[in-house]
């Protein structure tokens, strides 16, 4: 393969398409006679310029829009340092992925490479060096290890490990084509389970960034690869942020994918932690129901959906997600960040604790947090002494408990129950509701313990 720089072949290549086409070959002897390699990839150029037309004109709003793929398919063979490219693996929206080899140690690698389009920007240039900054820090089963970062005659790139699978974005678009079949379609028993636990190693990699400031701000399924032993790796670290640096982001813009953004997030609000636990949150919703929390297809009435309305139970749309899991992927989809989990590692151990047949902590996330965020003002001293003996509640106005129909008797028996304890808020002495809520929510996780043991 020819290791030409873009830099040396770019002003060729021009003069040679503002050339008619019988001309060319003529003029690359004449340019390249004592350089071979050269010319063998100016030819190469020109056969992708055919295929591929108008992939070198200045950059422009025309140019931004055109899939980078167009712009990409030029480095197939260049070398960028210690790294020769060899194939397109794919594109984002400023970069490109492309299977490598490191030549010094002989290894396979991805080379994520800046579009040549927009190497003039300084803000796509800073967001790039803040990814390889942050990423460079990582070292965790997973998540992706980096092995170098560098700019070569003007193009900027990271070499990182080479994952090779499917996406589980892949895995859930298959599963959704296959939905209603016996080979597919909505997860059974086992692959909850499965998926809970990619969620909980994927939460343990998470836990390792924020330890070390960086907030990933893009999780989504995408970016989540099964390793050839089936495990979950983080990749992609594109709009990545240094907590102890400032934001080189464009004003105005927005990073992440709005249909897996934390409410803060499509408020233009700073995104934390919490802000990944969202995502992830969002990512567990998927697997287990194969849809998202909102689908809406405007952007804008998706960002609303996502601000302000509370995702349907995932149980409602697969009865094998258990009342435990439920209250995890709920807890992490909260609106408010003070709600969700505090951290990637709670997460992960509240997982970690359902699987191991124990309720977990979201449990406690509960009735009278619920009860908190309708209730009057004047009635919040009143509902704020329930928070303390609120106990898996969450679920009393869900389907926790729908299943058998011989249940049902006992649901609708719990709904009025609870109905009744609501209405004493705030008129009854505090005391006498504490009573009845303590008696509710110890025969309420009785209940949620023998169906955790059912499924």
């Known amino acids: ?89 794919g594109t984002g929206g400023s970069s490109s992925v492309y299977r490598a080899r490191q030549l010094s140690l002989g290894r396979p690698a991805a080379v994520k490479l ?41 193009a900027h790139y990271i070499a990182m490990e080479l994952v ?21 379609g909505l997860p059974d028993a086992g692959v909850v389970r499965l998926h809970a636990g990619w969620v909980e190693r994927i939460a343990r990699g998470l836990q390792h960034c924020h330890d070390h400031g960086v907030v990933h701000r893009d999780v989504k399924p995408h970016n989540i690869v099964l390793d050839a032993n089936g495990l979950p790796r983080l990749v992609d670290f594109g709009v990545a942020k240094l907590l102890e640096f400032g934001d080189a982001t464009a004003h105005g813009l927005i990073p992440g994918t709005l249909g897996y953004m934390s409410p803060e997030q499509t408020r233009g609000e700073p995104a934390d932690a919490r802000s990944d636990v969202y995502s992830l949150g969002i990512v567990l919703y998927e697997l287990l129901t194969l849809r998202r929390p909102f689908e809406q297809a405007d952007p804008a009435a998706l960002a609303s959906a996502i601000a302000n309305e509370r995702p349907v139970p995932a149980a409602k749309f697969n009865r094998n997600v258990p009342p435990g899991l439920a209250a995890i992927c709920a807890k992490a989809l909260a609106k408010q960040p003070a709600q969700r989990y505090s951290s990637a590692a709670a997460m992960a151990e509240d997982l970690g604790r359902w699987a191991a047949g124990s309720p977990p902590l979201a449990l406690d996330r509960s009735w009278g947090e619920r009860i908190r965020e309708r209730v009057p003002a004047r009635r919040v001293a009143a509902a704020a002494l329930l928070l303390v003996l609120g106990f898996g509640a969450y679920f009393g106005s869900t389907s926790v408990l729908a299943g058998p129909s011989a249940k049902e008797r006992e649901l609708q028996a719990l709904r009025e129950r609870k109905a009744l304890i609501e209405e004493r808020i705030g008129k009854a002495p505090p005391d006498e509701v504490v009573k009845d809520l303590e008696a509710f929510n110890q025969y309420l996780l009785l209940l949620i313990r023998q169906s955790e043991k059912e499924n």
């Open 1 to 89: 393969m020819t290791s030409i720089p873009w830099s040396e072949a770019k002003p060729l290549l021009s003069t040679l398409l503002g050339l008619p086409p019988e001309q060319r070959s003529q003029r690359i002897e004449e340019l390249t006679k004592d350089n071979p390699k050269l010319r063998a990839e100016l030819v190469r150029l020109l056969d992708v310029h055919a295929a591929h037309p108008g992939f070198l004109e200045p950059p422009g709003k025309d140019s931004i829009e055109r899939p980078l793929r167009e712009t990409s398919l030029a480095f197939v063979g260049c070398r960028l340092g210690d790294f020769e490219l060899e194939a397109l693996i």
């Open 114 to 154: 800046l579009g040549h389009q927009f190497c003039l920007s300084d803000n796509a240039r800073a967001r790039f060096q803040r990814e390889a900054s942050a990423a460079s820090k990582l070292r965790h089963d997973a998540i992706v290890s980096i092995y170098s970062y560098g700019e070569h005659e003007g």
């Open 164 to 184: 090779e699978g499917r996406t589980v974005a892949e895995l859930i678009e298959e599963r959704r084509k296959n939905e209603g079949k016996p080979s597919g």
